[in-house]
């Protein structure tokens, strides 16, 4: 079907529009399964890249300094990531996003009903940016802190898993449908058909 000329993101629901179907990333065995797959794919690949390439990876300081260093950074990345989805939704929504804890992980949430590209565009923008930020700053810092680097490189990948299976969510939906992440379950929304509408 092809796409409402000047559908937009909006805070609220266009008149004609239904819910179609509820996406629960977590729940849903079929999709759990591809994210916790993706996610060790990712990371196993970041390993052997790490092997194959001979990339740089000692550091000068003890494992004393570098595990605590990098488990903080790596806590403040999650909570950067989330910003970045939060970020990014309000400025192609102007609704302000919410945010969770969800044991271990982070959510960022929204009421807005978002285009399929603007869905898109909210998912992957932190493995976007912050894919670009840390490939620079692993080909620029002292080598102390590219162990570090290297492992919040793979995490952003890696931890993007679930965005990266709501893109793909996302991509299967008609060219109208309409899109709320609520930071727990997808849920998607098309305009209702004719035939669907209740007769008087």
């Known amino acids: 079907m092809r796409g409402r000329a000047g559908l937009r993101s909006a805070a609220e629901l266009p008149p004609g529009y239904r819910i179609h179907r509820t996406v629960d990333l977590e ?9 916790q797959g993706l996610f060790v794919l990712v990371a196993l690949c970041a390993v052997a890249a790490a092997l194959l390439l001979d990339v ?15 488990l903080l950074a790596c806590l403040v990345y999650m909570a950067v ?4 989805h939060g970020f990014v939704l309000q400025s192609l929504t102007e609704v302000r996003p919410s945010y969770a804890v969800r044991f271990p992980f982070l959510t960022t949430g929204s009421r807005a009903y978002l285009t399929r590209r603007s869905a898109v565009i909210a998912a992957l923008a932190p493995s976007v940016v912050w ?39 996302v991509a299967r939906q008609q060219d109208d449908a309409l899109v709320r992440d609520d930071g727990g379950k997808l849920h998607i929304f098309v305009p209702q058909r004719v035939s669907d509408r209740p007769r008087r």
């Open 27 to 35: 729940k849903d065995r079929k999709f759990a399964v591809a994210v």
């Open 56 to 70: 740089p990876l000692t550091s000068g300081w003890s494992p004393v300094v570098t595990v605590p260093v990098t």
């Open 81 to 84: 990531h989330e910003a970045t």
């Open 131 to 169: 894919g670009i930020v840390l490939f620079v700053a692993l080909l620029t810092l002292p080598a102390d802190y590219l162990l570090t680097a290297y492992i919040l490189l793979a995490l952003n990948f890696a931890g993007s898993a679930g965005d990266f299976v709501e893109v793909y969510v």
